[in-house]
C-alpha cells in the first residue's frame, strides 16, 4: 500500500495525531504541550516580523497569545509565591 503524502493528508494525520495526544495527556503534560505551542508560534512570528509577512506574524501572535491564556488559566493561584510570579510573567 502505497502513503499518502500530500499536504491536506500530511495535515488530517497530525490533526489527528494532536488530538489523541491531548485527549490522553496527563494535566503536566497539557502545560508541556501548551508550552511547546506558544513557543512554536513565537518562533513563527519572529520569522515572519524578519521576512514582512504581516499577516502570519499576526495570526502566529494571536495563537501564542491563546496558548498563553490556557497557561495563566491552569495556574493554581493558591499555590504561592511561585503560581502568582508566574502569571504575572504571562502578563506583562
Known amino acids: 500500500m502505497k502513503e499518502e503524502t500530500d499536504g491536506e493528508t500530511a495535515g488530517f494525520v497530525n490533526n489527528n495525531y494532536l488530538k ?20 512554536q508560534y513565537l518562533k513563527k512570528a519572529l520569522e515572519s516580523y524578519e521576512l514582512h509577512k504581516r499577516s502570519t506574524y499576526d495570526d502566529s501572535i494571536v495563537r501564542a497569545r491563546k496558548f498563553i491564556r490556557q497557561l495563566q488559566i491552569s495556574l493554581d493561584l493558591e499555590v504561592k509565591p511561585i503560581s502568582g ?4 510573567c504571562m502578563t506583562t
Open 20 to 39: 489523541v495526544k491531548i485527549e490522553t495527556a496527563t494535566p503536566m503534560e497539557l502545560v508541556v504541550i501548551a508550552y511547546d505551542g506558544c513557543i
Open 85 to 88: 510570579q508566574l502569571y504575572g
